[in-house]
Each structure stands twice: as C-alpha cells, then as structure tokens.
C-alpha cells in the first residue's frame, strides 16, 4: 500500500492531487489544511470522480497522526506569490506555516520522505531539513524539475525535435538566479553547441532567449493568471512516482550538497538519482568555469538568505 499525505490544499496542492488521481499514483490519498472544512470538501470532489478513474485510490481529508504511515509527506501549504514578488521574498511568511507543519508531521511517527513544494522551494526544503532532523536523503524540493521540463519543451520546439529527446537541465535556484549549463545539453547523443556549430539555421542568442523564457516563465503566468499550478502540480507527481515505484530516475531535486561542487549544506536544483529512499545519489556534472560561478553564486544567494534567518542549522 503506498500511501501520500498532501498538507496544504490550495492550487497547487490540489493540482498535485488531481494529477495523482488521474495518474493512479498511489492507494491512499491524505488532505490536511488549517481550513479542514476545505480539505473535507477537495477530499469529496475527487471522490465524486474516482467512478470514472482507473483507480480506487482512498482519498480523504486527515491530520498529522496519519503521517505516521506514510510513504510521502508532500508540503505545498503557504502563501501565493504575489504579482512582481520574487520566490525569496515569500521565505519569511511561509517559515512560520512550515514550523506549524513539520514538527508534528515528525511527532507523528513519519519516517519517509519530505517532499516540499513551497516557494522559495530551495530554502524551505532545507528549513525542513532543520526542522525535522532527519537524513539529508530523505528531505527533498521539487527544485528545478518544473523548469527543466520547461527548457526540454522549448528546446524541442526550436529544434523541432520531441522534448524527450532532449537532454537537458536547469540547474541552482529555482528562482532568479537559476541557469541552464548549455555544455551539458544534447539533442539524442549529440552536444547542443555541436549542432550550433554544424547548423548556421540555429543560434545561440536564441538559445540565450529560451533560457530567459525558462526563467521567467513563472513570473508571466502570475502576470496572466494570479498563480501557477498545474506545472508544478505534474512535477510534485513526477517526484513522487519515482520515489513510490524506486524509479532510480533522474531528476533536478533540490537536495542538500554535501561536499558537492565544492559547496556543503546549501539545497539547490541539481541532477539526482531518486528512488525509495529520496534523493539516492547526486550525478555531478562537469561544468566549464562560467557555468560553476554561475552556479556557485546561484547557491551562495541561497546560503546567505537562509544565514539571515534567526537559527542555526542542525549538522
């Protein structure tokens, strides 16, 4: 029986919970809010859909002691991104939701894997971390995987090539500061730069356009639509399939670099092998000089942000 707690059951939360429905993710679903009500009644619509779903998923509305069985703790409860707000200024009003959230999710008896959706994903992913006490494998962000498949859509339009085709990550914040390190990415086999080089039709200045558009691409659907939510839905499900069925999948979690790049303790978007037990391993790229002071620096933004909060990271 694999089972998924889901607290917080906003857009995003219910947009992760209706993809797991349709995708058949899991055989329990939990829904825990502060607004219980409300949870009670997402709880009822999704059962009203199961007769036409390939699933008898049990879905209903719960608290923290059903933790303590569970496969997955996903925590997309916060407060939405305002209109011209960047990711890291929310950090301060959803630290205090999550110190409400994660202690007795761990008092419970939970011993599986944080999943956290929450913007600024990278921090509160290692708030988590502090807050829960447990091993660094076993707390992860959905970090970059969001924007990736946003590169990998883009990438094979411009190519015109199926998206899974393209190898490709975003890598660092899932923020401002984030970028794609284009010496890792190819078309099937072939390096990205080698087909710039082959074929004049294809430029880098554009490529340079489409890294802009992964960038902000959040920040134009908030402008057009208030919120964004279906994207990331997908991803928090993409993340939690792989750790369920022990995928050994690579994904672009945030997860915590232990010694990595040359970096210790900070969370950022990076390419890791996840499966049952969370973010397994990490498969280090090799980036060129620019790319690692990008990437550096993505992640020294993230470490000073989190130092200015008012405690000390458990070791």
Not at 6 to 25: D, E, H, I, K, P
Not at 90 to 99: A, D, P
Not at 191 to 216: A, G, W
Not at 247 to 273: F, H, M, Q, W
């Amino acid at each position: 029986m694999k089972k998924i707690v889901l607290v917080g059951t906003g857009m995003v939360g219910m947009s992760f919970a209706y993809a797991a429905l349709n995708q058949n993710l899991c055989d329990e679903l939990v829904l825990c809010d502060i607004n219980t009500k409300r949870a009670e009644g997402e709880a009822q619509d999704l059962n009203h859909g199961l007769a036409f779903s390939k699933t008898s998923m049990h879905i209903y509305a719960g608290d923290y002691s059903d933790c303590k069985d569970a496969d997955i703790v996903v925590i997309s409860a916060g407060v939405n991104q305002k209109p011209g707000e960047t990711r890291l200024q929310l950090l301060q009003r959803n630290l205090e939701i999550f110190k409400t959230i994660v202690e007795p999710v761990v008092e419970s008896g939970f011993d599986g894997i944080f999943l956290v959706a929450t913007n600024p994903v990278d921090i509160m992913t290692r708030i988590t971390r502090k807050l829960s006490g447990f091993q660094n494998s076993k707390v992860i962000g959905t970090g970059t995987t969001l924007d990736s498949a946003r590169l990998r859509f883009l990438l094979g339009d411009y190519f015109r090539i199926d998206p899974r085709n393209i190898h490709g990550y975003v890598i660092g914040e899932h923020g401002d500061s984030e970028f794609v390190p284009w010496s890792q990415v190819t078309i099937g086999p072939k390096p990205v730069l080698d087909e710039l080089m082959d074929n004049p039709e294809y430029k880098m200045s554009d490529l340079t356009q489409i890294e802009e558009e992964v960038r902000h691409a959040a920040y134009k659907i908030i402008e057009a639509k208030g919120a964004t939510y279906y994207g990331i839905g997908m991803a928090i499900c993409r993340v939690a399939r792989a750790i369920l069925q022990d995928e050994n999948s690579i994904l672009t979690v945030s997860s915590r670099l232990d010694g990595a790049y040359g970096l210790d303790k900070v969370y950022a978007g990076t390419p890791c092998i996840v499966n049952k037990h969370g973010a397994d391993r990490r498969i280090e790229l090799t980036l060129i000089n620019n790319e690692l002071k990008k990437f550096k620096e993505s992640c020294e933004l993230l470490d000073e942000t989190f130092k200015s909060l008012s405690f000390e990271e458990k070791q």
